[in-house]
């Protein structure tokens, strides 16, 4: 089994940064892309960002510019940096990968989610 721990949520003030982590644990082979999904009240879940395994990086058009995504393959774990957070930013934060362990074929992986909170 794989698990997805988030954390680095919470409230900031409009303007204000966060950064987020996450890492992946158990029967771990190989991750392929990791990233971030948000959920806001009332909307459905969308995409934040992905970073492949080489570093490739994509991002909602809403962040462009505002988010960085990192990770660290050595420590399967994904960041992250949200700078110039907006009212619009908040949201419940998921981590995804996309994994492949020693029984079962690449598929994909959630966290529990991190609330962030920006406020005016």
């Known amino acids: 089994q794989v698990q997805l721990v988030e954390s680095g949520g919470g409230l900031v003030q409009a303007g204000g940064s966060l950064r987020l982590s996450c890492v992946a644990s158990g029967s771990i082979a190989s991750i392929n892309a990791m990233g971030w999904y948000r959920q806001a009240p009332g909307k459905q879940r969308e995409l934040v960002a992905t970073?492949?395994?080489?570093?490739?990086?994509n991002f909602a058009d809403s962040v462009k510019g505002r988010f960085t995504i990192t990770r660290d393959n050595a420590k399967n774990t994904v960041y992250l940096q949200m700078n110039s957070l907006k009212p619009e930013d908040t949201a419940v934060y998921y981590c995804n990968a996309r994994t492949r362990t020693a029984w079962l074929p690449f598929q994909d992986y959630w966290g529990q989610g991190t609330q962030v909170t920006v406020s005016t």
């Open positions: 970073i492949t395994g080489g570093g490739v990086t």
